[in-house]
C-alpha cells in the first residue's frame, strides 16, 4: 500500500514540472513573439499556429476514432487518403477567396494522418497509456523551445541547415533500406535518434522560412502551417517510440 502511495505521488509530481516546464516555454513565447517581430509577420504567425492548432485537434479526432472504431483500418488506404488531401492543398494556389477549401484540404490531411497514427498509439497504451500524454506534452515543449530559438536567432540564421537537414535525409534514407534488410537494432535506434534531432532542426528551419516568405511577399499561411504540422508529428512518433523502449526496457530489468 505505501509503495502506491509513493508511487501515485512520484508520478503526480512528474506531471506537475512536466506542466510547469510547458508553462514557461509558452509564456516566454509569447513574450518574444510579440516584442520582437514585425507586425506583418506576427500577424502571419498567429494565422500559421492558427492553423497548426486545427490540424492538431484534427489529427487527434483522427487517431481517436482509429483507436475506438474500425474506420479504415487500412494502413495504405489511410496513406493514400492523406496523400491525397496534401496534394490537393498544394495543388490549389491561394488566390484569397478559397481559403476555406483549402483549410478542409489541410484539416483532410491532418485527419488521415492522425488515423495513420492509431496502430502506434495501441501499441504505446498496451505498455503504459501515461507515454501518450507525457509523449505529447514533451513534444510541445521541444516545438515551443526550438520554435522560440528560431524567432530569437538572428534572421536568416538558420536557414542554412538547409543543406545539412537534405544530406541527413539522404543518410536516414540509407538507415532505412539498411534496416528492412539488415534488421538490426543498432542501425533502428541511429535512425530513431537522429531522425528525431533532425525534426528538432527542421522546426528552426521551417519557422525561419516561413519568415522569410512572408517578408518575401508570400501570405500562404494555410500552406506554411502543414511544414511545422509534419515537424511537430515526426517529433510525437518518435517520442511515442523512445518512451514506449524505455518503458519496456525498465519491466525487462524488474524480471
Not at 537494432?185 to 531522425?195: C, K, N, R, S, V
Request: aromatic share 12%.
Amino acid at each position: 500500500m505505501l509503495k502506491h502511495i509513493v508511487k501515485f505521488f512520484r508520478e503526480k509530481n512528474k506531471w506537475s514540472l512536466r506542466i510547469v516546464d510547458m508553462a514557461s516555454a509558452v509564456s516566454s513565447f509569447f513574450k518574444v513573439f510579440n516584442s520582437k517581430l514585425e507586425e506583418p509577420v506576427r500577424l502571419h504567425l498567429k494565422n500559421v499556429y492558427a492553423c497548426l492548432t486545427l490540424a492538431s485537434l484534427a489529427a487527434s479526432t483522427g487517431a481517436y476514432i482509429d483507436l475506438y472504431t474500425n474506420f479504415l483500418s487500412n494502413s495504405f488506404i489511410t496513406v493514400l487518403f492523406a496523400i491525397g488531401f496534401l496534394c490537393a492543398l498544394h495543388g490549389t494556389k491561394d488566390n484569397g477567396k478559397n481559403q476555406l477549401m483549402r483549410l478542409s484540404f489541410l484539416l483532410g490531411f491532418s485527419f488521415f494522418t492522425g488515423l495513420g497514427i492509431g496502430p502506434l498509439l495501441e501499441q504505446v497504451i498496451l505498455i503504459d497509456p501515461s507515454i501518450v500524454p507525457t509523449a505529447f506534452l514533451s513534444t510541445s515543449v521541444i516545438f515551443v523551445s526550438f520554435s522560440l530559438s528560431a524567432l530569437l536567432a538572428q534572421r536568416g540564421s538558420w536557414l542554412f541547415l538547409g543543406g545539412t537537414i537534405t544530406t541527413i535525409l539522404s543518410a536516414l534514407f540509407i538507415f532505412s533500406l539498411a534496416s528492412i534488410f539488415l534488421r538490426s537494432t543498432l542501425i533502428f535506434q541511429a535512425h530513431l535518434y537522429i531522425g528525431l534531432a533532425l525534426m528538432c532542426a527542421f522546426v528552426l528551419y521551417d519557422t525561419q522560412l516561413i519568415m522569410e516568405k512572408r517578408r518575401n511577399g508570400d501570405k500562404d499561411f494555410i500552406a506554411h502551417s502543414v511544414d511545422l504540422f509534419i515537424d511537430f508529428i515526426g517529433i510525437f512518433r518518435r517520442l511515442l517510440i523512445i518512451l514506449a523502449q524505455k518503458e519496456n526496457d525498465k519491466r525487462d530489468k524488474r524480471r
